[in-house]
């Protein structure tokens, strides 16, 4: 059984820290799987070991009233044992035909949000399903990703239970034009590199819908955007010359033309702030529609990372 710990803060690792993990939320549901057997793949293409963590709410018993048990009673011992199990054998699934990595494990008698968020300062990712089991008693893992999109200090993948994904498929990155979405640049192409695939960047240039305006010419909108991808791009494109690059660029509603192009992707990955203000997109509100809606892999960038 893997030791309860209630852990510090502590400064976060740099990303090529050696202690760097993909961490995975577990809960025993089938969405939990379908996030081990993607962190799974994500931890041995990048030689990182995994890091199963399946928080237990504290127990609140009626007198005194609002009392926490101070320590883990021996039923929700049993079943995060058993939840760990699980996800272990997952893992081994998931490796059938590579070398598997380096299985950590870790229960935490906390809140499942505040533990995740505490573990994402030193985690190189955070990966959890879209979806929890529900039962009376547990957070909708829905719940906790939301928690994730808002506060994680790492990288969020948001993973789908019934997802079908081409592994021949590109990589999908939403780009907004800001400084903040240079992190999702960075990381799609070394998303797109690690699986020997192209890269598809997508700009739109409102997030509002097209209406004629007297006076405006929409060319100069459109040669803006292109300006804009082009400006994002050159650096990475020629630090990974063997990732192909098509460019999408659309005028409005940047969560539908993403939803709509990730159905020919196998990974979308997008940033967690825009621009902001009326009328730049606010890429937060974005990636958390496209992380809920989309078939596919979602991987959100937070923009101070």
Not at 69 to 76: D, G, K, L, N, S
Not at 101 to 112: A, D, F, N
Not at 119 to 140: D, F, P, Q, Y
Request: aromatic share 6%; charged share 20%; glycine share 8%.
């Amino acid at each position: 059984m893997p030791n309860v710990t209630k852990k510090s803060a502590k400064k976060s690792a740099p990303e090529s820290a050696p202690e760097s993990a993909v961490v995975v939320c577990v809960d025993g549901s089938a969405a939990s799987d379908a996030a081990v057997a993607w962190a799974t793949r994500e931890a041995i293409m990048r030689k990182l070991p995994i890091t199963l963590m399946h928080a237990v709410a504290p127990v609140v018993v009626g007198w005194p009233v609002g009392q926490l048990y101070a320590q883990m009673p021996e039923w929700q011992h049993d079943g995060a044992r058993d939840v760990i199990e699980r996800a272990r054998k997952a893992v081994d699934a998931a490796s059938t035909g590579a070398r598997p990595p380096e299985i950590r494990t870790e229960v935490v008698y906390s809140g499942v949000v505040a533990a995740l968020i505490e573990a994402s300062k030193e985690a190189w990712m955070i990966v959890a399903g879209s979806e929890g089991l529900g039962a009376m008693g547990r957070l909708l893992l829905g719940s906790v990703t939301t928690g994730l999109l808002h506060y994680a200090h790492c990288p969020v993948a948001v993973i789908h239970e019934s997802a079908s994904v081409d592994t021949d498929a590109p990589v999908l990155l939403g780009i907004d034009g800001s400084p903040a979405s240079e992190g999702a640049i960075a990381l799609a192409f070394d998303e797109a590199s690690r699986r020997g695939v192209g890269l598809r960047a997508l700009h739109v240039w409102s997030d509002v819908g097209v209406f004629p305006v007297l006076g405006m010419d929409w060319r100069d909108r459109e040669r803006e955007g292109e300006e804009i991808l082009a400006e994002r791009l050159a650096g990475w494109q020629e630090r990974y010359p063997e990732v192909h690059v098509e460019r999408l660029l659309f005028c409005d509603k940047p969560s539908r033309w993403l939803l709509e192009q990730s159905e020919h992707a196998q990974l979308v990955v997008v940033g967690s702030r825009g621009r902001g203000g009326f009328p730049g997109m606010l890429l937060g509100s974005v990636s958390s529609a496209v992380a809920q809606s989309a078939k596919v892999p979602v991987i959100v960038v937070r923009s101070h990372r």
